[in-house]
């Protein structure tokens, strides 16, 4: 079935550094831009990165930009964010969600948790 | 980045209709529309609407999308429990080449 599940998600340090993972089920993921949207607790959305489908064109939030990077590779159906420098408010649960033809968050993952603290 | 602004909350009455807003300016909602979406606590969030106001596969027709010029509406008609839940509003701003969400509604359902 149509799928995406995120992983990589922990504890970790702040100003050390973590990779996300996103892996695709059930659709061409090629297809599709993806998008990286996080969750702190009790608080609302907020996004933070999007690659389209040619794994080239990239926009990030000003809050992550430089720190994280978005990156994709289709032939492994597998969407990845490296997030360096991390600090306390990067805090959150990390969503992935697609986007085809104009229409974007169709598809979401489970979501998985990074906590910055010392 | 500017964010799109939701009132905090709702509270309906079972059965009755509410109708959540979003506002942006001309560079995000008034240019480009905007999505909506539902949240249940502990869960992640389910596409209502696409930015042209159309309803995905599998949404109810009691959910309906509009937009007046900065400002976007999702109507939700014959309240039910499962209604309850968060909402958020999201569109591409043009002008931070970025996407923005507002706040998010919690709504209630009495």
């Known amino acids: 079935q149509v799928q995406l599940v995120e992983s990589g998600g922990g504890v970790v340090q702040p100003g050390r550094s973590l990779t996300l993972s996103c892996t695709a089920s059930g659709f061409t993921f090629s297809s599709y831009d993806i998008h990286w949207v996080r969750q702190a607790p009790g608080k609302g959305l907020e996004w933070v990165a999007l690659?389209?489908?040619?794994?080239?064109?990239?926009f990030y939030a000003d809050s992550v930009k430089g720190r994280f990077t978005i990156s994709r590779d289709n032939s492994g159906n597998t969407l990845h964010l490296q997030l360096n420098s991390l600090r306390a408010e990067d805090t959150a649960v990390y969503y992935c969600?697609?986007?085809?033809?104009?229409?974007?968050?169709?598809?979401w993952g489970q979501g998985t948790m990074v906590t910055v603290s010392s | 980045q500017a964010g799109l602004t939701q009132p905090p909350s709702v509270s309906k009455d079972l059965r009755q209709t509410a109708t959540l807003t979003c506002t942006g300016n001309?560079?995000?909602?008034?240019?480009?529309?905007a999505v909506w979406l539902q949240q249940h606590q502990g869960h992640p969030p389910k596409l209502l609407s696409h930015k042209n106001n159309n309803r995905p596969s599998g949404i109810s027709e009691r959910f309906s999308a509009s937009r007046s010029g900065n400002t976007a509406s999702l109507t939700i008609t014959g309240l039910q429990p499962e209604d309850e839940a968060d909402y958020y509003c999201s569109s591409w701003d043009t002008s931070l080449s970025a996407w923005v969400f507002g706040g998010g509604t919690k709504l209630t359902v009495l």
């Open positions: 690659v389209w489908s040619d794994g080239i064109t990239k």
């Open positions: 969600a697609t986007e085809r033809g104009g229409n974007p968050f169709e598809i």
């Open positions: 001309s560079n995000n909602v008034g240019h480009q529309g």
